[in-house]
């Protein structure tokens, strides 16, 4: 979690509490950025390897889940929630 920014750990809840995959409209909204703005992150994030697009080698970006890692992780959190409950809003 250390190395996830604040607006990828939002996300991250997002994707571990609520949500499984979720698409870049609803990332706008949830992070108040400009579609622009948002098309950058989510393509610096999947290169980082936080998101992958849900659909394989789209044209365009619509929709993004955690990656392999970050699912994986949590899982772990979801098992051990009190020890995440910053997460929660």
Known sequence: MR?????QR???A??????EKITTSELTHLL????RTL???????IEHGFLVP???NPKRIRSVMLS?????????????VDKYQYLLW
């Open 3 to 7: 190395k996830l920014d604040a607006e």
């Open 10 to 12: 939002l996300v991250f």
């Open 14 to 19: 997002e994707l571990t509490f609520r949500r």
């Open 32 to 35: 108040h950025l400009s579609d």
């Open 39 to 45: 098309r950058d992150r989510v393509k610096l994030w």
């Open 54 to 56: 849900v659909l394989e």
């Open 68 to 80: 392999e890692e970050y699912r994986h992780f949590a899982c772990i959190v979801e098992k051990e």
